[in-house]
């Protein structure tokens, strides 16, 4: 799962004004996928669907009380789950969206609301959403995501609640509460999981590319013999497994190539290995054992 922060621009993620930009760049592929006759998504937030982007506009400009006019009004956030993370949400794009729907719902805004440290559930926070079925610099056969406008201010248009603070869990000072992004990414991954049912591989998690990316080479080795011993486990297994079916095949392939009764008649048979009534049955005289002669005993010399 990728989430991350859009940085702010002096282009469509413009967050000092308002936020009428943004929300016409989210429409944008509604109209394509409209002429095509392909099915579409609205925006969404905790209760409803399909709204209309004139109320999106209207709530985020005017949820601004005691901003200064270069502040930031609202953030944009992107939630892109991994082509097997999608294929865990369902097998069609509207599935997907579906429950991409239900994640931001009951996972990622519950999350985001409690990083702050200051109380808050998810109706406290004013976002709304637009998913995206297709990125344009991907190769990936699935490729839906999501985009989040989010409010600088709550709900009831009081607190200023700001997820790029570097501030966390402070509690002296003008500041309070703060926003854990680790714990966020940490927290909305273990609720992807929980919520699907998704066995995560080691390399798929955050803190696996947190490692990776920042950590000391002793601890990306110490994660990637981590990451190597269940597979190695697994290679055990598997070779075990096939040497004793490998040893299984070799046992049938030998008693079925065994000569049996009924085979030509130009085989020739111990009699040591039929019944005493078969030893007695006259044999075809191609298959009479070859006679040997008798040896002449030599007189010894005097």
Do not use: W
């Not at 209309?52 to 209207?58: A, L, N």
């Not at 999501?146 to 009831?156: A, E, G, M, N, P």
């Amino acid at each position: 799962m990728h989430i991350d922060f859009a940085p702010p621009s002096n282009g469509t993620y413009n967050n000092a004004g308002s936020s009428r930009q943004i929300a016409n760049y989210l429409e944008h592929e509604d109209l394509e996928r409209m002429e095509k006759g392909i099915y579409t998504e609205g925006f969404f937030n905790l209760t409803e669907d399909n709204i209309y982007k004139s109320k999106v506009v209207k709530e985020i400009d005017t949820n601004i009380g005691q901003l200064l006019k270069t502040d930031a009004k609202f953030y944009a956030i992107h939630v892109s789950p991994s082509e097997n993370e999608l294929r865990a949400m369902g097998s069609t794009e509207q599935e997907q969206a579906e429950a991409m729907k239900r994640y931001i719902r009951e996972v990622f805004i519950p999350e985001y609301a409690k990083n702050f440290n200051k109380e808050l559930s998810a109706s406290d926070i004013k976002f709304y959403s637009k998913i995206h079925f297709d990125r344009s610099r991907s190769d990936n056969e699935l490729n839906i995501h999501c985009h989040l406008i989010v409010s600088r201010k709550d709900q009831t248009n009081k607190k200023k609640l700001s997820p790029l603070t570097n501030h966390k869990k402070t509690k002296n000072g003008i500041i309070k509460g703060g926003f854990d992004r680790v714990n966020l990414f940490q927290q909305a991954e273990q609720g992807f999981d929980k919520l699907f049912g998704y066995s995560r591989q080691l390399s798929e998690s955050f803190n696996y590319y947190k490692t990776m990316k920042n950590s000391f080479i002793t601890e990306q080795l110490k994660l990637q013999e981590k990451e190597v011993q269940p597979n190695e486990r697994k290679t055990e297994i598997y070779q075990g497994s096939n040497r004793k079916n490998l040893l299984n095949v070799n046992l049938e392939n030998k008693i079925s190539n065994e000569p049996s009764f009924a085979q030509t008649s130009t085989q020739i048979y111990s009699p040591s290995i039929f019944t005493s009534s078969q030893a007695n049955t006259p044999i075809n005289a191609e298959e009479e054992l070859p006679k040997h002669k008798k040896k002449k005993r030599r007189r010894p010399k005097l």
